[in-house]
């Protein structure tokens, strides 16, 4: 059984591809069940006033093309899972934020959040100084507190889109 792992480990690191951990991707599949399209509507539209916006960093929306460009800029697989992590678990706090406790949405959110804590202590091994510099710029701008005058209202619902097409784009092939 060792050998085997060891082997697949090894094709992806003659591909280029960092493999996720195995709780990661338990992890994430968990995530991806809880951010199926019918929980996003209902929770994320439905239960919010129409036209709703959270104001975010302009850093906390993380979309696909973003992930492409890192990608072409050389940027690992681990650094970007990394990012996606720290932007996607902030994007659920500023939700979670704007709900009173007793909104539908609330246990929702709260569940999102302890999906987000226990991938984070997956994360917990990383350091900053371990990914690339541009990560490491981008995670310590998203959890600067003077950012704000680069706010952007964003939905709810495409805060949580975005969130699960880039941990598919991310996901999917180690996983």
């Known amino acids: 059984?060792?050998?085997g792992y060891a082997a697949v480990l090894c094709v992806l690191a003659v591909l280029g591809l960092e493999a996720a951990a195995p709780g990661e991707c338990e992890l994430t599949r968990l995530l991806q069940d809880k951010?199926?399209?019918e929980m996003r509507l209902q929770y994320m539209k439905h239960y919010f006033p129409i036209d709703y916006t959270v104001q975010v960093?302009?850093?906390?929306?993380?979309r696909p093309s973003n992930i492409t460009r890192l990608r072409n800029g050389t940027v690992s697989e681990a650094a970007l899972r990394y990012l996606w992590f720290h932007v996607s678990s902030?994007?659920?706090?500023?939700i979670r934020e704007?709900?009173?406790?007793k909104h539908p949405s609330w246990k929702y959110t709260q569940e999102l959040c302890q999906l987000?804590?226990?991938l984070g202590e997956e994360y917990s091994?990383?350091?900053q100084?371990?990914?690339e510099t541009v990560v490491a710029d981008l995670v310590k701008l998203i959890h600067s507190a003077g950012a704000e005058s680069r706010s952007k209202a964003v939905r709810p619902k495409a805060l949580l889109d975005n969130c699960l097409k880039v941990m598919r784009m991310l996901y999917g092939v180690p996983c």
Do not use: G, H, N, S
């Open 35 to 37: 951010l199926q399209y």
């Open 1 to 3: 059984m060792q050998q």
């Open 116 to 118: 987000f804590d226990a």
């Open 57 to 62: 960093q302009y850093e906390e929306v993380l």
């Open 98 to 101: 704007v709900l009173p406790e």
């Open 90 to 94: 902030q994007a659920v706090l500023r």
């Open 129 to 131: 100084t371990d990914v």
């Open 125 to 127: 091994k990383y350091r």
